[in-house]
């Protein structure tokens, strides 16, 4: 990351990074997860739950489970739960340890296969998976911003194509639920223009929420469900997921209080924190030049001040020589307030320096 390391006070350290090497701001999320299976549970009725699987016509079909099942296509052709199939029927069954077992259909038909699976007595129900490797319909899902702060909307996206062509009139609903919690009701999520979702009918859905459906910092990860038709009128079913961090709010960035100063041979760069809880925090600058036709910008110096900070207001400020920047007036401040004792990013604002 640097060729350059000076030792300061207030347990500073301030580097140059290597010619040629560029910056790139944190991503708003994750990368999309992008989906051409669907998941289903199957709950209990009497010994036995039954599921319809969709198959939209362009993909061989992988059902996945951990009881036995009995599968039976659109044109009637059974595959019982003792059945392993061949490869002349298009139908296998693969069996491993304990109660795991694949059931592949070689070609699936643009229709719905029954699947029936005996429960086990000592369980509620089962789950079932159905991939389409091979299927043209894919669902891309994500959630941002990837590191919320508490008070921060959060906004779902789901985007569903057939190809290149958009799916505009599904129905997609998300959940959310943190580590080792319950999901929240189902989120509805629109293809309208008007939720965060881009144009109207372009196959992007979009929610946005005011706030988590409960106070609880950490992962959450997000479910996604879509259900449709497609261009042929085949149903489909698509599950995805996302995810992202709820901070905990320990601490809060002032983003209007950044500030620059050049003071002969350094340039001091200051902020104010509100402190929450009071600990070890280290406070983050990354100074990047002007951005060029493509918007990219060539990485110049960093600094870093540990601090340990009390609750209430709190200064911050970074001395950075000026040496490291070179000849460059234009400037891009990247600043981070991070958590040491919990970690986390308290704050992070970018900042245009002219």
């Known amino acids: 990351m640097n060729t350059i390391l000076f030792a300061l006070a207030l347990l500073q350290n301030v580097g140059a990074f290597a010619p040629g090497e560029t910056y790139a701001p944190p991503a708003a999320h994750a990368p999309a997860n992008v989906s051409r299976m669907y998941a289903r549970t199957l709950v209990r009725a009497g010994d036995s739950a039954t599921v319809d699987l969709p198959a939209t016509g362009d993909s061989s079909m992988i059902v ?3 009881a036995s099942a ?18 002349e029927r298009g139908l296998r069954r693969f069996r491993f340890d304990g109660t795991e077992q694949v059931v592949h259909v070689a070609r699936a038909q643009a229709a719905s296969y029954r699947l029936d699976v005996a429960v086990p007595r000592n369980a509620s129900g089962v789950t079932v998976v159905a991939a389409e490797p091979e299927s043209r319909l894919t669902l891309a ?3 941002e911003p990837l590191s919320r702060q508490p008070g921060e909307p959060v906004t779902l996206h789901a985007e569903l194509r057939e190809g290149g062509a958009p799916i505009a009139d599904a129905r997609v609903t998300a959940r959310l639920a943190p580590t080792g919690g319950r999901g929240g009701e189902p989120v509805e999520l629109f293809d309208d223009g008007a939720h965060s979702d881009g144009a109207a009918g ?33 149903r489909f079913a698509r599950t995805g997921s996302g995810e992202l961090i709820a901070e905990p709010g320990i601490a809060r960035l002032d983003a209007a209080s950044v500030r620059t100063e050049r003071n002969g041979e350094t340039v001091r760069v200051t902020a104010a924190a509100d402190v929450r809880v009071a600990g070890n925090y280290r406070f983050d600058v990354i100074i990047a030049g002007p951005a060029d036709a493509k918007g990219h910008r060539a990485a110049l110096a960093w600094g870093e001040a540990s601090r340990t900070l009390v609750q209430g207001a709190n200064e911050l400020s970074v001395d950075i020589p000026a040496s490291l920047l070179g000849s460059a007036k234009d400037l891009y401040l990247d600043v981070r307030l991070l958590g040491m004792d919990t970690p986390t990013v308290a704050g992070r604002v970018g900042v245009e320096v002219h």
């Open 202 to 234: 372009d196959g992007v859905y979009g929610a946005v929420l005011a706030d988590l459906p409960q106070a609880a910092s950490g992962l959450w990860e997000v479910r996604f469900e879509a259900d449709g038709r497609t261009a042929a009128g085949a």
């Open 141 to 143: 899902t994500w959630a």
């Open 70 to 87: 009995r599968l039976t296509t659109p044109t009637g052709d059974v595959l019982d739960t003792t059945d392993s199939g061949s490869d």
């Open 64 to 66: 996945w489970t951990t």
